[in-house]
């Protein structure tokens, strides 16, 4: 295992994972500018990274993410003293790019939930594929119980279409919590374990998903996101005829296609 130190995240690495930990256990990992801006670099760099073929995201101590850092919100510059632009829109707009990256990059992130996941920390949990949740958990749209939209960083987008829209409606005009159980029963998250069991809860499919080639596992990422939005059943098979036959044309592709006839584990090589 390597290990890539940030200031207020950290990344661990084990073969082709990466274990992204928020790493400000004093504060419940809760989001400042240095965070943004680390997360920012971190998921910006993923696009053309071929060696990291999964990301696992998780929080440090008692708390996935409490969302932002509202002792912090009125002093938002990074440790250099910069004060951040997103898009024009300052810090909002430098904080929703995060999730924009998350749902960009071709690596499928798996979030084990412990603890609270509130405002922007539920929507790390929204953005990514695949959600495990200790007993623990607890998730709610926090934007709303400050002054603010429940629409925000993205949870207008993801949450409906991840439960539809009767139940995200009732989350985010309440801002009440779901917990573990909930989220489980409206398929919110995939499974509920025991507190202390997340990592070994996340082995089977970091397994599974690396016993896939490199090229299918991305575009299957990118073709189910694109799908999500697609005006038509004809427009998603666009895309899955498209990537189908950008997959059939490796080497992989022929190597699945021989261990299958032959009965044995593929052994892909990224070509």
């Given amino acids: ?27 419940l990992n809760s989001i400042n ?6 997360l920012r670099h971190y998921y910006g760099g993923l696009a053309e990274n071929t060696d990291v073929r ?3 995201m998780r929080g440090e101590g008692r708390a996935f993410c409490a969302g932002l850092d509202i002792k912090s919100a009125g002093d938002m510059v990074d440790s250099a003293g910069h004060r951040p632009v997103g ?12 999730y924009i990256a998350m749902r960009r990059c071709p ?3 798996i979030s084990l939930i412990q603890g609270p996941a509130c405002g922007g920390g539920f929507a790390f949990v929204l953005a990514s594929d695949i959600r495990i949740a200790a007993e623990n958990a ?6 709303i ?8 960083m993205g949870t207008s987008y993801f949450l409906p279409r991840l439960v539809g829209t009767a139940l995200a409606s009732e989350l985010m005009l309440t801002g009440r919590f779901i917990n573990a159980q909930r989220a489980l029963a409206t398929g919110l998250v995939s499974q509920v374990v025991s507190d202390g069991e997340l990592k070994a809860a996340a082995a089977p499919f970091i397994h599974e998903m690396l016993t896939t080639s490199p090229m299918g596992l991305r575009l299957t990422k990118e073709g189910l996101n694109m799908a999500i939005d697609a005006n038509s059943l004809e427009s998603a098979m666009a895309i899955e005829n498209r990537n189908q036959i950008l997959c059939s044309g490796t080497e992989d592709a022929k190597e699945g296609m021989r261990a299958f006839i032959e009965k044995r584990d593929p052994v892909y090589q990224g070509r």
């Fill in 54 to 56: 999964v990301v696992v």
């Fill in 87 to 98: 898009y024009g829109w300052g810090f909002q707009g430098y904080l929703a790019d995060v």
């Fill in 107 to 109: 690596q499928p992130i």
């Fill in 33 to 38: 500018t240095q965070m943004v801006t680390e």
């Fill in 145 to 152: 119980r400050i002054g603010l939209s429940a629409c925000d």
């Fill in 138 to 143: 607890k998730m709610n749209a926090a934007f």
């Fill in 1 to 27: 295992m390597s290990t890539t130190e940030y200031e207020t995240i950290r990344v661990d690495k084990e073969g082709a994972v990466d274990w992204l930990t928020l790493n400000r256990p004093e504060a």
